[in-house]
């Protein structure tokens, strides 16, 4: 397990995790990002690309999976990127209290296997005035695709590492402490439907952390 989790699984997602119509969306989502940043999951770092260096002060990229990492690595050379590793899961963010300025996640709270305290940890290193931008896969509101998701999700969680097709990702974010105030949603492939209904925009936290 050990070897398809660091060596085939990050290759898997390297070669098929950024078809044009998710790398549209990160076109125009990712440059939002400014200030101190910390994107959750970074995966083998597509995201590098589209982040605007000269409005981020310092990006930290949490990420638990060594193979992923080692693409990530390379995909932020030349990137002008102030970029740290960290090393952990979602759940276990190393950061004091407030001190980010945009969180980032883009297919990332639908693997973590304690996603809410995952989005408290998110609530809890945001500034008051910071701001979580999100691109994620999950429920669809169609009934028909909502079965298809239900019965086909212990595939999606065997091959893409516990992957959950069915997370009602936008009420996560809001019973987290946030407060959604951009939001678009869509089905970004024909086929298979059941894994390709996401969610994309911003939210700002709310209340006590």
């Not at 305290?117 to 509101?141: C, M, N």
């Amino acid at each position: 397990m050990a070897l398809y989790r660091d060596r085939v699984y990050p290759a898997i997602v390297k070669a098929l995790g950024d078809p044009e119509p998710i790398r549209a969306v990160r076109k125009r989502l990712i440059p939002r990002a400014k200030g101190i940043v910390l994107e959750i999951g970074v995966g083998p770092g597509v995201n590098f690309e589209h982040y605007d260096a000269g409005r981020v002060k310092r990006l930290y990229a949490l990420e638990p999976n060594p193979g992923m990492v080692r693409y990530a690595e390379r995909q932020c050379a030349g990137t002008g990127l102030d970029v740290s590793f960290l090393g952990l899961p979602g759940e276990r963010i190393p950061l004091e209290d407030a001190a980010v300025d945009t969180v980032v996640s883009t297919f990332t709270l639908c693997t973590i296997p304690g996603v809410v305290d995952a989005l408290k940890g998110i609530r809890r290193v945001l500034k008051a005035e910071g701001r979580f931008l999100f691109f994620e896969h999950g429920r669809s509101p169609d009934a028909p695709v909502r079965r298809w998701q239900r019965l086909s999700e212990p595939l999606t969680r065997l091959v893409f590492e516990g992957c959950h097709v069915t997370r009602a990702i936008p009420a996560l974010i809001e019973s987290s402490g946030f407060r959604i105030d951009d939001l678009e949603t869509g089905y970004l492939a024909a086929f298979p439907k059941s894994w390709t209904y996401c969610f994309w925009g911003a939210a700002v936290p709310t209340g006590s952390a």
